[in-house]
């Protein structure tokens, strides 16, 4: 009867050694695949990155040789006069932006300041089922186009 109980303790010694055994094998070989893809993925991060970096280099000297004399519209910034809803303040926001986004690039001496106020002054935009009322305030026009627009919510 001492020997069966001997060979119990050494079934349970091997059943318990092949279990931390495969955890450790398991841990090891997932390990070793999810350090290889993000080792994949820091190494496609950087080359990015690298890219990035080289296409920034090439637009600051084709900057640089532009002409320092020509003033071009570089940004267009909208400052919007309107009390309401935010969401609806920065749906207009980009609507406005977006009509006048041909104007980036050109030279601010070949733009009309007349027509740069005539395409939203006095019109109207639905967003959501509500009407808004557009009026030019005041216009700014250097390197950056800044324009003031009061809007106003029509019943």
Known sequence: MAGLGRGKFKYFICLITGIISGILIGMISINAL???RVDQYHYQIKYLNSIIDDKDVKLKKLE???NKNKFIIKDIK???MYDGDDLDKLT???????KYDNL???EVKDVDIELISGIIDNRIMKI???QYKLKVNRIFLTEELILWIEIREME
């Open 104 to 106: 980036l690039g050109k």
């Open 34 to 36: 999810i350090g290889y």
């Open 92 to 98: 207009l926001k980009e609507h406005i932006i977006e």
């Open 78 to 80: 909208v400052i919007l």
């Open 128 to 130: 959501d089922n509500a």
């Open 64 to 66: 640089e040789t532009i």
